[in-house]
Nanobody, 120 residues
Framework: QVQLVESGGGLVQAGGSLRLSCAAS??????MGWFRQAPGKEREFVAT????????NYAGSVKGRFTISRDNAKNTVNLEMNNLKPEDTATYYC???????????????WGQGTQVTVSS
């Protein structure tokens, strides 16, 4: 059974940093990444990464501030978030898929989410 378990969310002031982690169990995925959903808004793509640490993609709104990485030995994916802004406030979801293209729009597997709140 596939499980994605996120950790690392919390409350931070604008300009601060947070690191999210996601541990996958059940299998290894070619693509892993993160989506987010802010209150009253649709879920949106944040970042994805391929199995070899290549095929990295970022949403324009986070490029240059967020860094995605993965540890295949531990089957984890991480999201280092720097220079956080109030508009980054959202529930962040870990996602995974065997297809690196499908994960960009409609990932097959989702975690339960972890809350990130950025105060101004």
């Amino acid at each position: 059974q596939v499980q994605l378990v996120e950790s690392g969310g919390g409350l931070v002031q604008a300009g601060g940093s947070l690191r999210l982690s996601c541990a996958a169990s059940g299998r290894t995925f070619y693509g892993m990444g993160w989506f987010r959903q802010a209150p009253g808004k649709e879920r949106e793509f944040v970042a994805t990464i391929g199995l070899a640490g290549t095929n990295i993609n970022y949403a324009g709104s986070v490029k240059g501030r967020f860094t995605i990485s993965r540890d295949n030995a531990k089957n984890t994916v991480n999201l280092e978030m720097n220079n956080l802004k109030p508009e980054d406030t959202a529930t962040y979801y870990c996602v995974a898929d065997s297809n690196i293209y499908r994960i960009l729009g409609s990932p097959t597997y989702w975690g339960q989410g972890t809350q990130v709140t950025v105060s101004s």
